[in-house]
């Protein structure tokens, strides 16, 4: 005998002749819940807001870097931007900045490029931003669909002449305050 959802479902499916438009409902709906279940937010995280991370426990940049470690959103991460951090971050003077030695710097990066949503970038989106290193951080937001681009720089981010690629350019200050609401 079937269970009462099955009986419930064949009778309003069969009996009925609507077996397809319910199939069709309780499919949409189960990949709906699924989507809503399953989805993180994906960010794009400029250099800047790594260095402030790794250079003070307090602050907005720190947060962000720990939620992306804790996996509650996924940071998008291309070649060219891996190495930009990685550039950034491996100058002798950041390094006595930040109190790091240099297998530590590459053991951080290791940890955010495992967890990283990898995205190879196979053309140029040049917004002739003010730092050419921008641009490919502003190519990876828009390949990986990001939700947000972090930076502290937000004004260099402003002055864009392409506008409307569904990311929105975010301080990391503004970011946290936003995610802690939506929790």
């Given at each position: 005998?079937?269970?009462?959802?099955g009986?419930?479902?064949?009778?309003?499916?069969?009996?009925?002749?609507?077996?397809?438009s319910?199939?069709?409902?309780?499919?949409e709906?189960?990949?709906?819940?699924?989507?809503?279940?399953?989805?993180t937010?994906?960010?794009?995280?400029?250099?800047?807001v790594?260095?402030?991370?790794?250079?003070?426990?307090?602050?907005?940049?720190?947060?962000?870097?720990?939620?992306?470690?804790?996996?509650?959103?996924?940071?998008?991460?291309?070649?060219?931007?891996?190495?930009?951090?990685?550039?950034?971050?491996?100058?002798?003077?950041?390094?006595?900045?930040?109190?790091?030695?240099?297998?530590?710097?590459?053991?951080?990066?290791?940890?955010?490029?495992?967890?990283?949503?990898?995205?190879?970038?196979?053309?140029?989106?040049?917004?002739?931003?003010?730092?050419?290193?921008?641009?490919?951080?502003?190519?990876?937001?828009?390949?990986?669909?990001?939700?947000?681009?972090?930076?502290?720089?937000?004004?260099?981010?402003?002055?864009?002449?392409?506008?409307?690629?569904?990311?929105?350019?975010?301080?990391?200050?503004?970011f946290?305050?936003?995610?802690?609401?939506?929790?």
């Amino acid at each position: 005998m079937k269970s009462n959802l099955g009986s419930t479902l064949y009778n309003s499916c069969f009996l009925t002749g609507s077996f397809f438009s319910s199939l069709s409902l309780i499919l949409e709906l189960n990949i709906s819940l699924l989507c809503a279940i399953v989805y993180t937010m994906i960010v794009t995280i400029d250099t800047n807001v790594i260095f402030s991370a790794l250079y003070s426990k307090r602050g907005a940049s720190h947060q962000i870097l720990k939620l992306v470690l804790d996996e509650k959103i996924k940071l998008a991460l291309s070649p060219q931007v891996y190495f930009e951090y990685w550039d950034v971050l491996a100058r002798k003077e950041n390094l006595e900045k930040l109190n790091l030695s240099m297998p530590e710097i590459e053991t951080i990066l290791d940890l955010i490029a495992l967890l990283a949503k990898k995205h190879s970038i196979y053309f140029l989106l040049r917004p002739n931003l003010i730092d050419e290193n921008d641009n490919m951080i502003f190519e990876c937001a828009f390949a990986s669909n990001s939700d947000y681009l972090i930076t502290s720089n937000i004004k260099y981010f402003r002055n864009t002449e392409l506008k409307g690629f569904g990311f929105k350019v975010i301080t990391p200050g503004d970011f946290y305050k936003l995610w802690e609401l939506k929790k």
